[in-house]
């Protein structure tokens, strides 16, 4: 655990300066697809902040309506209602039919959360079956799903009653789907942390069959997937899935923390007052989801993703057609959601597109992430594109 470093040269008070995640710059300011550090220098960011930037940054209609909220309530607890939490209520309703009830949260991990509570709730069996690489967040019950041991070794143990099955071993997976003990079914569309690697649509949908025979839950977690990423509005939609959980979180918000489990009204066996958060549905947050969903609408910004995420697959994909099976083993992903895997690791790459004025997420050690903003125009996507290729084969 690191802890808060008193060196007044250390950029940012919550980082150990020596932690090797820290990328050595300060960031002060952003604009469209681009932020800037204390000297001016102009970035791509490429990460969206961890695919939170869906609208990139500063975009007007997001500030407008973060400030208008500011200066009417930011504050109401969920035995109030509330203009703008009825709003976001009305809109992600509309997205997600049927499902048609929302727990309001902060973040990701909170709606995962959410969902292995409301599971153990209305089913009143424990376990969870999760996939082998899957990251479905942070604090004890999230852990407990995600998979990677760089992540749970240090906070053993983790709950009891959660397995891994590995995507695509049908076998495992019906075996592991036990009618007695599992609650919760929980899958990623596209692991992102584990690689940006694509479930397949056939081993979801047996999935989802097994859980309605037996009486479990099919929970999709669209914490990274959904709002847009994929070229759909969620990825779900991809494959014709019909989850009875939908965890939400990092682009709702669009920079403001939001997250939301969508559920059926029909499944709901929870007592609401049986969980709750006391910033969850805050006025702010829920302003800003508003505005983001509104933009992503008005802008028709989920066909223009789609669009532009096949145009730079294909790019990256031409560039690094020498290097398939050398230097880079894969090139893949869906809408803004690209992962470039490597022989090696990704970290140098990294580095000298950072020198270059581009920011990319690493996904594992070896593969590299792109999550763009939405709205970012196809000129700094192509020349995100042939920086990767010029710094993968350099
Ligand atoms: N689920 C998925 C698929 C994620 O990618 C993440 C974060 O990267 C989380 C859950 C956890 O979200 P948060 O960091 O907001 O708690």
Not at 224 to 253: M, Y
Request: glycine share 12%.
């Amino acid at each position: 655990m690191t802890t808060a470093s008193t060196a007044s040269s250390t950029p940012t008070p919550a980082l150990d300066a020596n932690w090797a995640g820290f990328r050595g710059l300060e960031l002060v300011r952003g604009e469209g697809p681009y932020v800037f550090d204390t000297e001016g220098r102009r970035f791509l960011d490429a990460t969206s902040m961890y695919g939170v930037a869906a609208l990139g940054h500063a975009h007007p209609a997001l500030a407008r309506a973060v400030a208008h909220q500011s200066g009417r309530l930011t504050s109401c607890f969920a035995s109030f209602a509330n203009d703008a939490r009825n709003e976001l209520l009305g809109r992600l309703h509309t997205l997600l039919d049927p499902l048609d009830r929302f727990f309001l949260c902060n973040s990701g991990t909170e709606a995962v959360e959410a969902a292995l509570k409301f599971a153990r709730r209305s089913t009143g069996r424990a376990g969870v079956v999760a996939l082998a690489g899957a990251f479905h967040g942070r604090t004890l019950g999230s852990l407990s799903a995600t998979f990677r041991s760089k992540h749970r070794d240090a906070f053993q143990p983790l709950l009891p009653g959660f397995a891994h099955v590995r995507a695509g071993d049908t076998a495992a997976l019906e075996r592991a789907l036990d009618a007695d003990g599992t609650g919760l079914f929980l899958a990623e569309i596209i692991q992102g942390e584990g690689g940006v690697r694509p479930v397949s649509g056939a081993f979801l949908h047996r999935a989802q069959e097994l859980c309605r025979e037996r009486g479990i839950l099919f929970a999709v977690d669209e914490v990274q997937t959904g709002i847009g990423r994929t070229g759909r509005w969620f990825g779900f939609r991809h494959h014709g899935l019909e989850p009875d959980l939908v965890c939400l979180a990092k682009g709702l918000g669009g920079g403001l923390p939001i997250g939301a489990l969508a559920f059926r009204a029909a499944a709901d066996a929870v007592d609401l007052g049986s969980h709750g958060s006391t910033f969850g549905g805050n006025p702010l947050c829920c302003a800003a989801a508003n505005s983001v969903l509104e933009t992503i609408e008005t802008e028709g910004l989920v066909e223009q993703t789609a669009q532009a995420g096949a145009r730079l697959l294909a790019h990256l994909r031409q560039l690094l057609a020498n290097e398939l099976g050398t230097r880079v083993r894969d090139v893949r992903g869906q809408g803004l959601m690209i992962g470039v895997e490597l022989a090696a690791s990704g970290v140098p790459v990294q580095k000298r597109l950072q020198d270059r004025g581009f920011l990319v997420l690493g996904a594992g050690p070896r593969v590299l992430r792109l999550l763009p903003p939405l709205t970012t125009p196809w000129e700094a996507l192509e020349e995100l594109g042939t920086a990767l290729a010029e710094e993968v084969t350099r």
